[in-house]
């Protein structure tokens, strides 16, 4: 039942704001797993495969299952919509879909663009680069071979731990994390609600503009307020504030426990207590 009405949703959004964005070339390519509980009653989590694709000026950090049906909707509608139709009975995603964000990091100009889903739309702001104020400790260990050093630093709500690549020239990492002297293989809150794992890496030479979507443009602000009135009562919001109003019916509706216990948590940006 779930999966008609996400089908059904996904044909219909309409046009907000359709921009591409100047071609921009990736010269790396990394891989990630990223685990985070999205039900803190029962502990359960979702498993998702991001990319961090970058160069020395900018990066692209995004999650693979969800970059290719974007691109596969604004390129072939028609495979797009019978790709979902089949979603009923064939599994499309390689990962859980929970991890939905793009962030897009310029560090020229110091600035980041950061696109998300909330309910059925899409909303995209552009926001400073975070001067983090990471604290560099004296613990030590191998990832994936590699020699990493331990960092910690608190951001937006939550105490972080980051492991970065000590031989590294690079400077960034997964989400919105980076400024570390070298590239971040792990990170995660304290309480592992959110975790970043380094997967693999390999060079390439592929796009890393924004993609073609359907948003809103607002501010970093406006996206958390909404944000916050979401994960309050899901329910509410889908049914009153969302472009496309849902009903759920009455209370008896399975369909009404099952979203509500996906969003037993809170984002990764915490803005109340």
């Known amino acids: 039942m779930y999966q008609k009405l996400l089908v059904f949703i996904l044909t219909i959004i ?83 879909g929970n991890f939905t964000c793009i962030v897009q990091k310029d560090f020229k100009q110091r600035r980041y663009t950061f696109e998300d889903r909330i309910s059925t739309d899409r909303f995209r702001y552009v926001d400073s680069i975070p001067t983090y104020k990471w604290e560099i400790i004296k613990e030590f260990k191998l990832i994936a071979g590699r020699k990493c050093q331990k960092a910690i630093m608190t951001y937006m709500g939550r105490n972080y731990v980051a492991w970065f690549e000590i031989n590294s020239n690079l400077h960034d990492g997964p989400w919105k994390l980076c400024g570390l002297p070298g590239l971040i293989l792990e990170a995660y809150d304290l309480k592992r609600e959110y975790v970043f794992t380094y997967i693999d890496e390999y060079s390439t030479d592929t796009e890393m503009s924004l993609p073609t979507s359907k948003h809103y443009n607002i501010d970093k602000s406006t996206f958390l307020k909404q944000q916050t009135e979401f994960y309050k009562n899901p329910i509410s919001y889908m049914e009153q504030n969302s472009t496309i109003k849902i009903k759920f019916g009455n209370s008896q509706n399975p369909m009404r426990d099952e979203l509500s216990n996906n969003y037993r948590h809170k984002p990764l940006e915490i803005t109340t207590k």
């Open 14 to 96: 309409p046009n907000y704001s359709i921009k591409a964005q100047n071609s921009l070339k990736a010269n790396k390519e990394i891989r990630y797993c990223v685990t985070s509980i999205i039900d803190t009653v029962t502990n359960r989590v979702a498993t998702d495969t991001c990319h961090l694709r970058l160069n020395p000026d900018v990066s692209l950090f995004f999650n693979q299952d969800d970059f290719k049906l974007d691109s596969l909707r604004h390129n072939d509608f028609s495979k797009w919509t019978e790709m979902m139709s089949n979603s009923l009975s064939k599994k499309i995603r390689n990962g859980d």
